[in-house]
């Protein structure tokens, strides 16, 4: 009873934290740059009729607000019906997947919106950079370095814990997902480092602040996401699988909030988006 009164206000706290919290932190930026940056003085960051960004911020709060609703209604149901463990990490996936359709369909529409900057904007003459660019222009060698720990720690654990022949225990299967996910990272991230530039018109400093951005949630994530597995093959170890639905929402949560930092990002040089740019 206990320990479904804990997941309870956990499942709580993964609703307010991705359907509240992090779509108003999204949402805030999104109107901050909107009235700050208008499209009469900056054109060129936007590519539509103002009715489409107008509107698209009305779906995307509107489409957060009926998910929030929908999870209480969840929460609701589960407090009046008796759940076993598997139902409970079922739910805390599920509703994850729902929760990320918003941010999902802005992802979408920022590429969209990157492809027709690119098709408005003419061929700029390439510059190339004065010195190239390294892993450790955008992150600190301590947090990469932990993040190295983290896997070799949870590798260790995985050849510790075969040892012992639990009939559950699948720890090539873990290795080899954890790191496929690094090595999908890995790739993503060297394409945005020496990759073709997204945006026509964004300034260094900023595409500079946007790869650290991206570079720092994914290692971030990676760390979050060794963490629990290992977290998940000591609790069914140590027969507390019924902890595992707690441990999955706040695992859920801690990945969310990561994502939301490539989102948030404190830009500095919005004078490119003007019809005469700014040279500085």
Not at 114 to 139: C, G, H, Q, V, W
Not at 151 to 158: A, L, N, P, S
Not at 256 to 264: E, F, M
């Amino acid at each position: 009873m206990q320990q479904h009164l804990l997941f309870h206000i956990v499942f709580l706290s993964q609703i307010l934290v991705i359907s509240f919290l992090v779509p108003s932190r999204i949402y805030g930026r999104m109107k901050y740059i909107f009235d700050t940056y208008p499209p009469s003085a900056y054109p060129k960051l936007y590519p539509r009729p103002v009715e489409h960004y107008e509107s698209g911020r009305r779906l995307y709060r509107n489409l957060n607000v009926a998910i929030l609703v929908l999870g209480l209604l969840i929460l609701a149901a589960l407090f009046v019906n008796p759940h076993d463990n598997d139902l409970g990490v079922a739910i805390s996936i599920g509703f994850y997947f729902v929760q990320f359709i918003p941010l999902m369909m802005l992802e979408f529409s920022s590429f969209k919106e990157l492809k027709l900057m690119r098709n408005a904007s003419p061929r700029p003459t390439r510059k190339a950079e004065l010195r190239p660019r390294y892993l450790f222009d955008f992150i600190s060698p301590v947090l990469f370095g932990l993040a190295v720990l983290v896997y070799v720690v949870f590798v260790g654990i995985i050849f510790y814990m075969r040892q012992f022949e639990y009939e559950w225990f699948s720890g090539f299967t873990n290795i080899a997902g954890i790191t496929l996910m690094n090595l999908l990272f890995a790739g993503i991230v060297l394409w945005n480092m020496y990759g073709k530039k997204q945006n026509p018109h964004q300034s260094y400093e900023d595409r500079k602040k946007q790869i650290e951005s991206i570079l720092k949630s994914f290692v971030f994530i990676s760390i979050a996401a060794t963490v629990f597995v290992m977290i998940s093959v000591v609790l069914s170890a140590l027969e507390l699988r019924h902890l595992m639905p707690i441990a999955m929402s706040l695992y859920l949560q801690i990945i969310a909030l990561a994502c939301i930092q490539s989102y948030v990002i404190d830009y500095s040089n919005f004078d490119v988006y003007r019809e005469d740019p700014v040279v500085t």
